[in-house]
């Protein structure tokens, strides 16, 4: 009998065996990200920043070019090697911690001038490789390393809505928020994806994709509890969909 083959590791994709916690879906993102630059046939002239955060390493995981930025200078980066080499198609890869904190200005200024470059954007409520102290999404009540009572909205204030923030821009030409918990979503996470690096190859604008993630280990949560918890309590606090597609048809 003969077999053939429908299903293989993308291209871009190193091969190198992820170091993420189990039950962490970075792991889900990488491979959807680099099925879509093998099926756009980016390989050859994507370029992906990765900030400090438990992304640090994703430069190994991608079989592509890449570097590290300091801590939430991703897009300013990313920014400078667009304008250097707009032939190129360079993404961020960033964390909540990173992103939506000390990264906050790079982010709404490269959205808001409209920089040709790509962000997908992890949120998993909370900061990951440094011992799960509280990030700028953690929820209300959430408790983490610096906030053991519970997020208090008197003393730090309420959960950043980045897309919401985002989509005021004239700048920003798709924006989406998605999560990879059902094959359902998985399907769509790609599509967002897809659409966000063709925001950057159509010249339209600034794209972003927000990820809704899982942190089992800084929860202090088993993978399918997390997985429970995000879809009863992220999904509640921060809307799916699409903010802004000025993309159109793919």
Known sequence: ?????????????????????PGCHHG????????VIDELDLREKAIIVAPVGCSVFAYEFFNLDGTVAPHGRATAVATGMKRARPDLVVFTYQGDGDLAAIGTAETIHAANRGERITTIFINNAIYGMTGGQMAPTTLLGMKTTTSPYGRNAEKEGYPVHVCEILKELKG???????????PKDVITTKKYIKKAFLAQ????????????????????????????????????????????????EE
């Not at 293989?8 to 190193?14: A, G, R, V, Y």
């Not at 889900?28 to 099925?35: C, Q, S, T």
Request: with cysteine; hydrophobic share 40%.
């Open 172 to 182: 920003v030409a798709f924006l989406a928020r998605t999560k990879v918990a059902t």
């Open 201 to 248: 190859i159509k010249n339209t604008g600034y794209g972003l994709v927000e990820v809704l993630s899982t942190c089992p280990t800084n929860w202090g949560m088993g993978p399918i509890k997390a997985m429970q918890w995000l879809e009863q309590n992220m999904v509640k606090e921060y809307p799916l969909g699409v903010f802004i597609d000025k993309v159109g």
């Open 28 to 35: 889900i993102v990488h491979r959807l990200i680099a099925e």
């Open 1 to 21: 009998m003969e077999y053939k083959a429908v299903y293989k590791m993308p291209e871009s994709l190193s091969g190198k065996p992820f170091t993420y916690c």
